[in-house]
């Protein structure tokens, strides 16, 4: 092969690699990007049907409810503007509290409860995760009616 | 009084880095060696500054001292010492000055171990390394200070995040910070190499002992914070594929693949450009998982709330480092020339796929980490990309090159023969597909994805024996043990770290296939079955640690009416915070991890209980470990050693490798 074919050769094997790459990637993307959503924006119908998707807000002081299985639990995320109940079976993670903020992932039930299939337990140190933070910050803009639960944006306050 | 001493010497070393970044450079362009010859002393002193900085700051958390911000804010007068120790690095502003710290130690490595390079290249090195610790050095004197005040005083410090108080958080990140900043040692060389314009062999053997170093503490610092995920988070998983993990393995995919092209320039003197550019990747990609994981725009343990500001000063300075090498880069790397031709289908041919292959790999990480980013920050909504991304993205990437790895180290150097290398490699071929088709029916699961993964560990266990028997034909000595002796020890280190790797596939492969997994309610005296194995669970005890309440369960695992162990798992306390950990209980095997960790308590005495049966799972850890064993023995290697002795610096290595380049 003379060098200029090589040379040629080697850029073909590298755009190939390139393109394999950018359909597995592209592939994988339209079936796995999670998107998020506040709990005024599922409440209002914005959420799909069907399809995974991620809340995230405050866990209404006083709403967890735990079921005679010991695992299933039911409580209510908001975002001081809309409250959206939510069923999980399983164990919860450490740092869930309620009147702290707390990201779920699943899917909307038919009857508006949103079915968890994760709780997400990251959060910085102020108990805030920035989803959160930013769900309730956009709810107080909007104006909306604050719920009659009173949270602790700061979330410094122990519950336990 | 003594923070205000660290405070102090850290703006001295600000002072002599700058000078140890710009003289030495400066006297290397117009060769004069009195400017040069600073650099040594400086490196030595800045070291020595830092050292101090690093040395009061610790003082001042073993002395409690909570006028301290820093102090008060990541420690509690409770805190066991060691972990008020390994507070230092709790937090954003210590953990920059270990990263820092271990910039000045690894300079002050280069230093001693450079006795055998050309001045002009020593003191080029060690000026880029000067110029990069005058950014750290800056950020935090500007904007993220460790030895801020507190005045008045805290009577109390806030306390280490409990998640952290474990000894993980001991050794985990310094050994992660050690592989960072040690690719800074590769990054320095390719850069110094670009100004001078020498990118010859010489260059590249120099450079390579110093990138595996710090590809091996890379890989034992991911391993361990892993291992640490896997028993501290109690949801028994090793990998999430968050990006605070991504952020660490990124620079081990780009300096796995510099590694491996290091390796051609050093012995064919090809793929000098493509080298230095993965050099510059690697380091930069170092930089990007700091500014990623200390920075706060990343939700997780590792993410500390903080300013904007210092978001700010990290992006530019990730800018001018990345943008500068790049453009110096673009400008000079057509001069140092291609190197040696070589077919398609030869030693380097594959190492160059398995790079572009390694490159891409790390590329679709890298996009799966930030395009979240990139959304958020141009208010385009709100998206994770979860692992089944990763998985499905990274490992068709990985098997055609973990396929080569196999064959590459057997193919000649610029020309191999397909029927030659099928020759050689038909039993290997042959035992792996037929073990990987039966194993998996013996245990009693066959899936595609276990027969895969078994194929490719077995695949480069029998490459590695082929491999090893035709080098020992080649090698003089009489008996086999003689002639296993004289096999460099480079050559062993490679086999022993891609054996690493069939130790880790075995691992992740087993544990994917054969996990079991349990979410139960549990009473007390009640039992729960996961596979062969049989908990019962003794109800709980109140305990009380030095800085924490415990609720700590009795779990009396048994197997066909046999005791196999009993595990203690507990649900701490910490007052400080207020917050609730799990702590789960391990009892860990060769061939299966048993793994208790508990829910929440219900009534009357029960729990919710989370029981896992992981088989193979330490095979992953230990995969790593082997891995990083193998970079040790090769770096022990001869040749080595005695470039290192060589203390003046002087002509053999040079003209060694033009005569090298002229075979």
């Known amino acids: ?160 | 009084m003594i923070p205000e001493i660290g405070h102090f010497a850290l703006i001295l070393a600000l002072c002599v880095a700058l000078v140890q970044g710009i003289l030495p450079i400066y006297g290397a362009a117009v060769g004069n060696s009195g400017l040069m010859a600073v650099a040594k002393p400086a490196a030595r002193t800045q070291f020595l500054l830092v050292l101090t900085a690093f040395g009061c700051l610790a003082y001042a958390f073993a002395d409690k001292d909570f006028s301290v911000l820093y102090v008060a804010a990541t420690s509690n007068s409770q805190l066991p010492l060691h972990y008020r120790l390994a507070a230092i690095w709790g937090a954003h502003e210590g953990s920059l000055l270990l990263w820092t710290f271990i910039l000045t130690l690894w300079m002050f490595a280069v230093t001693l171990f450079s006795g055998h390079l050309p001045e002009t290249t020593r003191s080029r090195i060690l000026g880029v390394m000067g110029l990069v610790s005058v950014g750290f050095l800056l950020f935090m004197l500007t904007v993220s200070n460790p030895f801020e005040r507190l005045i008045p005083a805290a009577a109390e410090g806030r306390d280490l995040n409990p998640l952290l108080q474990d000894p993980g958080m001991v050794i985990h990140p310094p050994m992660l910070y050690m592989g960072y900043v040690g690719f800074s040692v590769a990054f320095a060389f390719a850069i110094a190499a670009l100004l001078g314009g020498n990118l010859d062999a010489a260059w590249a053997r120099w450079s390579r002992p110093w990138t595996t170093v710090a590809w091996c503490f890379l890989t034992v610092g991911i391993a361990l914070g892993s291992g640490w995920a896997y028993y501290e988070l109690g949801w028994g998983g090793w990998w999430f594929w968050d990006p605070v993990e991504n952020a660490s393995f990124m620079p081990w995919l780009a300096g796995t693949a510099l590694v491996h092209s290091l390796a051609v320039t050093d012995k064919r003197g090809g793929f000098k450009v493509w080298t230095v550019l993965l050099a510059i990747m690697a380091f930069s990609l170092s930089l990007l998982g700091t500014f990623l994981v200390r920075s706060g725009v990343l939700t997780s343990v590792h993410a500390f709330a903080t300013d904007p500001k210092r978001g700010l000063f990290i992006l530019v300075f990730l800018a001018i480092v990345i943008g500068g090498s790049l453009a110096l880069y673009a400008w000079r790397a057509p001069k140092v020339g291609l190197g040696g031709s070589f077919a398609m289908l030869s030693r380097e041919g594959m190492l160059l796929a398995n790079n572009v292959l390694l490159v891409a790999a790390m590329g679709s990480v890298l996009l799966g980490t930030l395009y979240p980013l990139f959304l958020d920050a141009l208010d385009l909504g709100k998206i994770s990309v979860g692992p089944p991304y990763f998985d499905s993205v990274f490992v068709p990437l990985m098997v055609p090159a973990i396929f080569l790895m196999g064959i590459g180290p057997l193919a000649q150097w610029k020309k191999a023969s397909v029927p030659d290398l099928a020759k050689r490699l038909k039993w290997a071929f042959g035992v792996s597909l037929v073990s990987a088709l039966t194993l998996p029916i013996v245990m009693g699961n066959w899936t595609p994805l276990l027969s895969l993964g078994l194929l490719l560990a077995i695949w480069i266990v029998t490459t590695s024996a082929v491999g090893l028997r035709e080098r020992l034909t080649h090698v003089n000595g009489n008996s086999l043990v003689e002639r296993l002796a004289s096999v460099p020890r480079s050559y062993w280190g490679m086999l022993v770290a891609h054996c690493g790797i069939a130790v880790f596939i075995v691992g992740v492969t087993m544990v994917k296939g054969f996990e079991t997994e349990k979410d139960v309610r549990m009473n007390v005296g009640e039992t729960a079955s996961i596979g062969d194995y049989t908990f019962r669970f003794d109800g709980t005890q109140d305990v009380v640690g030095p800085n924490y309440t415990a609720a700590r369960g009795t779990f009396h695992v048994s197997r066909d009416g046999r005791e196999t162990t009993v595990l203690y798992p507990e649900k701490r306390r910490y007052p400080v915070q207020n917050q609730i950990m799990t702590e789960a209980a391990i009892d860990p095997g060769l061939l299966r991890d048993l793994y208790v960790s508990l829910g929440e308590p219900i009534d009357d005495g029960a729990w919710s209980v989370r029981l896992y049966h992981k088989p193979f799972i330490d095979w992953i850890w230990g995969g790593c470990f082997i891995m990083a064993l193998g970079g040790a023995l090769a770096i022990s290697d001869r040749r080595y050693r005695l470039a290192w002795r060589r203390q003046e610096p002087v002509v053999p290595v040079p003209t060694r490798a033009v005569r090298r380049k002229v075979a």
Not at chain 1, 38 to 66: H, K, N
Request: net charge positive; proline share 5%.
């Open chain 1, 1 to 160: 092969m003379k060098p200029r074919h090589k040379r040629f050769a080697f850029i073909g094997l590298g755009l190939l690699v390139l393109g394999v790459a950018t359909v597995l990637i592209l592939n994988a993307f339209q079936s796995n990007l999670v998107f998020f959503f506040t709990p005024t924006q599922v409440v209002s119908g914005e959420a799909p049907q069907g399809r995974s998707f991620r809340i995230g807000g405050m866990v209404e002081d006083g709403s967890l409810v735990r079921e005679n299985d010991g695992l299933t639990v039911h409580f209510i995320v908001t975002d001081t503007a809309k409250r959206l109940p939510v069923t999980y079976k399983g164990i919860l993670p450490d740092l869930f509290k309620e009147g702290k903020g707390a990201v779920a992932q699943g899917q909307l039930g038919v009857d508006g409860t949103f079915v968890a299939s994760e709780v997400l337990a990251k959060h910085d140190e102020n108990y805030m995760p920035p989803e959160v933070a930013e769900a309730l910050a956009k709810a107080k803009a909007s104006g909306a009616q604050q719920s009659k639960s009173l949270v602790v944006p700061d979330g410094r306050k122990g519950s336990l």
